[in-house]
């Protein structure tokens, strides 16, 4: 295993750091203030759109994609470390560059699984940027983390589906943007094979009977960049058959497929998260006094910057052996590693921003840092793509495996 950068990355990563200084961090501030004088919270700010025009004028888009029809055409290996840097700016930086959740896993899903007229009519305007999308799956109802149990329905009627059900966290959902809904729901509720029974299927948010009930905060964030995480209710919606994406019975499979590069994704910018933690604590460090000496100077400041150097390199490390394993072996082949980097990251990171906040004092809880809303994020991805203990579980079956 070589992770030396090749030259495309290295290129890419050299553009990708001068566009973070030069254009997203100054926005953070601006998108703020612009976002106070918007119509609607929801709405984008100005900056973005800015920003979003730039990334494509410097040819920082679509990155995400290893499918160079749609996207970069770079391997996973060569992504992950653009990944962290955006990471840095969890907010702004994916969407100005369109590798933002959930519509890159849409994106891969409509590339992998959509037909010819799916892709012409969304995948095409998600590359360029005109919409935006989001992935229904999580139910309030049932343990959404075991897919089988989704009860939302998609019936069969004529030439149509027919759609009732109750979804919640549906994130990008609140965004005026988000036109199409992925759906899943089950075809065949008393199907013999538990993981045949689920369809996915698109639905445009205007289609009669969509209602986008309410956000929901995550630690008391709304998280507008990312289009929020809402209450989304489906009653008696009607598409044309030919909405189904691949082939009904395909759902619990299609959404396995899109969660795989979706888990490392969100772990390259956990990375990047911690980074920036870790920036903000050493500034601190050596610009607040406290009992005669500098925090840089406190035995406890840094043994916590030492050991967060310590877990940040090897994270990455972990995370780069996972993107070598999947561009070399597939997502199969990587199984395991998916599962430890999703356990391993998150968990590590939350508690390298909770560090950082502890530095600031009261400082990091405030506004007055991006910590406390980068501490809020990195908790909720001990949640999001499957809880920790349900990667546990299966990656300990698989270790037994070898001694039964």
């Known amino acids: ?6 030259a495309r990355t290295e290129e890419l990563r050299e553009k990708l750091l ?31 759109e800015e920003l979003k025009a730039e990334a494509k004028r410097q040819g920082l888009w679509n990155l995400f994609l290893p499918d160079a029809e749609y996207g970069a055409g770079l391997t996973n290996l060569q992504y992950a470390p653009l990944a962290e840097i955006t990471g840095r700016s969890p907010q702004l930086a994916p969407t100005a560059l369109n590798c933002a959740a959930p519509d890159t896993g849409n994106m891969e899903l409509l590339a992998q699984f959509g037909d010819e007229a799916q892709k012409k009519q969304w995948l095409e305007p998600l590359l360029s940027g ?35 059900g109750r979804k919640w966290f549906i994130s990008g959902a609140m965004n005026p943007d988000c036109r199409i809904f992925i759906v899943m729901g089950k075809t065949d509720p008393d199907g013999p094979d538990l993981r045949r029974q689920q369809s996915m299927i698109l639905v445009p948010r205007d289609t009669p009977g969509v209602e986008v ?6 630690y008391g964030y709304e998280d ?11 009653d008696g919606v009607r598409v044309p058959a030919a909405n189904i994406v691949g082939e ?16 490392i994704h969100h772990c390259m910018r956990l990375i990047g998260m911690a980074e920036r933690a870790v920036e903000l604590m050493c500034r601190r460090a ?12 406190q035995g406890v400041m840094q043994n916590w910057i030492a050991d967060a150097r310590v877990t940040i390199e090897q994270l ?23 599962q430890a980097i999703k356990i391993a990251t998150p968990r590590a990171v939350v508690d390298i921003i909770d560090k950082a906040v502890q530095a600031h004092g009261a400082g990091g809880v405030s506004q007055d840092t991006p910590l406390a809303e980068l501490w809020a994020a990195a908790r909720t991805l001990k949640l999001a793509d499957g809880p920790d203990e349900v990667h546990q579980r299966s990656l300990a079956r698989r270790e037994l495996k070898k001694y039964l």
């Open 130 to 164: 005109e919409i935006r999308s989001a992935f229904a799956m999580t139910e309030p109802e049932v343990a959404s983390s075991d897919a089988t149990n989704i009860e939302t329905r998609i019936r069969r009627d004529g030439d149509d589906y027919v759609v009732d």
């Open 18 to 48: 001068a566009f973070m200084d030069e254009h997203v961090h100054p926005a953070e501030t601006v998108a703020e203030e612009q976002r106070a004088l918007l119509a609607s919270p929801w709405d984008t700010p100005p900056v973005v």
């Open 213 to 218: 009930r309410r956000a929901m905060r995550v």
């Open 286 to 297: 050596v610009s607040r006094t406290a009992f005669g000496k500098t925090l840089a100077q």
């Open 1 to 6: 295993m070589d992770f030396a950068y090749d």
């Open 224 to 234: 507008h960049y990312h289009g929020g995480h809402a209450e989304v209710i489906f």
């Open 248 to 263: 009904e019975g395909g759902g619990f499979a299609i959404a396995q497929a899109r969660l795989g590069p979706g888990r």
């Open 316 to 338: 990455r490390l972990l995370v780069l052996k996972t993107a070598w394993l999947m561009d070399t072996v597939g997502n199969r082949g990587a199984h395991t590693e998916i």
